[in-house]
């Protein structure tokens, strides 16, 4: 909201039009967040969000018909013509008409389904835009949650290149949700890990309710929030089960290696073939964003790379939600809390530790750290996954020049004991570039610690994981 004001600000006093680009993954606010901009903003302003699949001409049609009802087109006492037009080209003009002489706002939402049902669509806005709105007191707005087809909208290789600021709108942080929601450290990041920070689903959420009172209700509902965001976040993905599809599917179900997701995702004619496998988890990786790619860190190159689905409540429907609403589906939602009860411990274990990890690099970037040189932390495992260490932090990525730290997150009921420490002690000595001595151990844990008066150089707990984002 901050920014958008101070581009309009920009508009108001310079005459001239200023163009920004917000781009975010599908259920994250981005429309609602807009149009309370447009509500605050006491300008005139048009919003047009596009439909999926509509033909240009419906489109088009469909630009007028909401322009003519809009306040900018009261504000500028101009009547936009009802029929069809020529297309894009002249429905901008149309537009242009329509500006008023004091600021305003227009908004295109879901630019990429814009994009990709008429060819022509960029290089008509570019030209709109240079011969026709640039020069007007205007900010325009385009949205889109197609996040590589929003960043390739003002590609160096694209017409709008150069002439739109870009604006990520990422999920709701923890201690935006704990806020939101009431709650404490502990069960505010665990509201985080099952919501993923998207708004809809905190909003379905009662104030203070802890998070086992609330799974437990939305085991009685097939249709919670819960289930039909990231239900309906896979079908627009996904909408045919392919490939892809079960590609992702696999990894929510922890298959997280190259050679376990080519099995679980493959079928009766045996495995998915690596040279298909590999150029799809980078497509779903860098274009996609769904899943998220992590390599162990250390002082020599490592491997093998890690996948998970980037987004926790994906993650949570994937590996116990879907599960879950299928039982409340056929009326029983006691058997769905029995899954829930059942697989909540480990996934909760597992799903926390890139969140550990990146309130630690907050930390660290912050000089809150003991080594106040580290500036990434990522994790350490060998090829038999023999040790597996969950926190290393070191001065950069993807391979360090030093390591400062190695540690362990250990997130259920019982505190981090001195077996811990003796695990941890000796699964740092094989990270290459971990040097005894020279080199720290840290420990986060839900429970607290029960090391006999034996110490680690950082201890962390709930309250100092949330910190990391409430001092943001």
């Given at each position: 909201?901050?920014?958008?004001?101070?581009?309009?600000?920009?508009?108001?006093?310079?005459?001239?039009?200023?163009?920004?680009?917000?781009?975010?993954?599908?259920?994250?606010?981005?429309?609602?967040?807009?149009?309370?901009?447009?509500?605050?903003?006491?300008?005139?302003?048009?919003?047009?969000?596009?439909?999926?699949?509509?033909?240009?001409?419906?489109?088009?049609?469909?630009?007028?018909?909401?322009?003519?009802?809009?306040?900018?087109?009261?504000?500028?006492?101009?009547?936009?013509?009802?029929?069809?037009?020529?297309?894009?080209?002249?429905?901008?003009?149309?537009?242009?008409?329509?500006?008023?002489?004091?600021?305003?706002?227009?908004?295109?939402?879901?630019?990429?389904?814009?994009?990709?049902?008429?060819?022509?669509?960029?290089?008509?806005?570019?030209?709109?835009?240079?011969?026709?709105?640039?020069?007007?007191?205007?900010?325009?707005?385009?949205?889109?949650?197609?996040?590589?087809?929003?960043?390739?909208?003002?590609?160096?290789?694209?017409?709008?290149?150069?002439?739109?600021?870009?604006?990520?709108l990422g999920p709701l942080n923890p201690a935006e949700v704990g806020t939101a929601l009431g709650l404490e450290a502990a069960e505010a990041i665990d509201a985080h890990l099952v919501t993923g920070g998207l708004p809809g689903i905190v909003r379905s959420w009662a104030h203070a309710v802890p998070p086992a009172e609330f799974l437990r209700q939305e085991c009685e509902d097939p249709a919670a929030p819960l289930f039909s965001v990231p239900e309906s976040a896979l079908m627009?993905?996904?909408?045919?089960?392919?490939?892809?599809?079960?590609?992702?599917?696999?990894?929510?179900?922890?298959?997280?290696?190259?050679?376990?997701?080519?099995?679980?995702?493959?079928?009766?004619?045996?495995?998915?073939?690596?040279?298909?496998?590999?150029?799809?988890?980078?497509?779903?990786?860098?274009?996609?964003?769904?899943?998220?790619?992590?390599?162990?860190?250390?002082?020599?190159?490592?491997?093998?790379?890690?996948?998970?689905?980037?987004?926790?409540?994906?993650?949570?429907?994937?590996?116990?939600?879907?599960?879950?609403?299928?039982?409340?589906?056929?009326?029983?939602?006691?058997?769905?809390?029995?899954?829930?009860?059942?697989?909540?411990?480990?996934?909760?274990?597992?799903?926390?530790?890139?969140?550990?990890?990146?309130?630690?690099?907050?930390?660290?970037?912050?000089?809150?750290?003991?080594?106040?040189?580290?500036?990434?932390?990522?994790?350490?495992?060998?090829?038999?996954?023999?040790?597996?260490?969950?926190?290393?932090?070191?001065?950069?990525?993807?391979?360090?020049?030093?390591?400062?730290?190695?540690?362990?997150?250990?997130?259920?009921?019982?505190?981090?004991?001195?077996?811990?420490?003796?695990?941890?002690?000796?699964?740092?000595?094989?990270?290459?570039?971990?040097?005894?001595?020279?080199?720290?151990?840290?420990?986060?844990?839900?429970?607290?610690?029960?090391?006999?008066?034996?110490?680690?150089?950082?201890?962390?707990?709930?309250?100092?994981?949330?910190?990391?984002?409430?001092?943001?």
């Amino acid at each position: 909201m901050r920014l958008l004001s101070k581009r309009l600000d920009r508009v108001s006093g310079s005459g001239e039009g200023a163009a920004v680009a917000v781009r975010g993954r599908r259920q994250v606010g981005k429309s609602r967040l807009v149009q309370e901009f447009c509500d605050r903003a006491d300008v005139p302003y048009f919003y047009f969000a596009a439909t999926k699949g509509a033909s240009p001409v419906e489109s088009v049609t469909g630009f007028l018909a909401e322009l003519a009802d809009s306040s900018l087109a009261a504000a500028a006492d101009v009547s936009p013509p009802s029929g069809v037009t020529g297309g894009w080209a002249d429905a901008f003009r149309v537009l242009a008409s329509a500006l008023p002489e004091r600021p305003s706002i227009v908004v295109l939402d879901e630019v990429p389904w814009l994009a990709e049902q008429d060819e022509v669509f960029g290089g008509a806005l570019q030209t709109a835009w240079d011969r026709l709105w640039s020069r007007r007191p205007v900010l325009l707005v385009l949205l889109g949650s197609d996040l590589h087809m929003m960043e390739r909208l003002t590609a160096y290789d694209r017409p709008f290149y150069g002439r739109a600021d870009n604006l990520v709108l990422g999920p709701l942080n923890p201690a935006e949700v704990g806020t939101a929601l009431g709650l404490e450290a502990a069960e505010a990041i665990d509201a985080h890990l099952v919501t993923g920070g998207l708004p809809g689903i905190v909003r379905s959420w009662a104030h203070a309710v802890p998070p086992a009172e609330f799974l437990r209700q939305e085991c009685e509902d097939p249709a919670a929030p819960l289930f039909s965001v990231p239900e309906s976040a896979l079908m627009a993905e996904f909408p045919a089960p392919d490939q892809a599809r079960r590609v992702v599917e696999a990894i929510g179900g922890d298959s997280r290696t190259h050679a376990n997701i080519a099995a679980a995702a493959g079928s009766s004619h045996g495995q998915v073939p690596s040279g298909t496998l590999s150029p799809l988890l980078r497509k779903l990786a860098e274009e996609k964003r769904v899943l998220a790619v992590d390599h162990p860190l250390s002082t020599v190159a490592g491997k093998p790379a890690l996948h998970r689905v980037a987004d926790s409540n994906l993650r949570f429907y994937l590996s116990i939600g879907r599960a879950v609403q299928e039982q409340a589906r056929r009326g029983r939602p006691q058997t769905g809390r029995r899954v829930l009860e059942r697989q909540w411990t480990t996934w909760r274990g597992r799903a926390v530790e890139p969140l550990v990890r990146e309130a630690l690099e907050i930390a660290g970037q912050a000089g809150e750290l003991p080594w106040p040189e580290t500036a990434v932390v990522g994790g350490w495992w060998n090829r038999q996954h023999n040790p597996e260490i969950d926190l290393v932090g070191a001065d950069r990525t993807p391979v360090a020049g030093r390591i400062d730290f190695a540690g362990s997150v250990k997130w259920i009921g019982t505190p981090f004991d001195r077996h811990d420490l003796t695990a941890l002690r000796r699964g740092a000595l094989e990270i290459p570039g971990y040097e005894a001595g020279r080199c720290g151990l840290a420990v986060v844990s839900l429970s607290g610690e029960d090391l006999g008066g034996e110490e680690v150089d950082l201890l962390w707990g709930a309250g100092d994981v949330m910190n990391c984002w409430n001092a943001l």
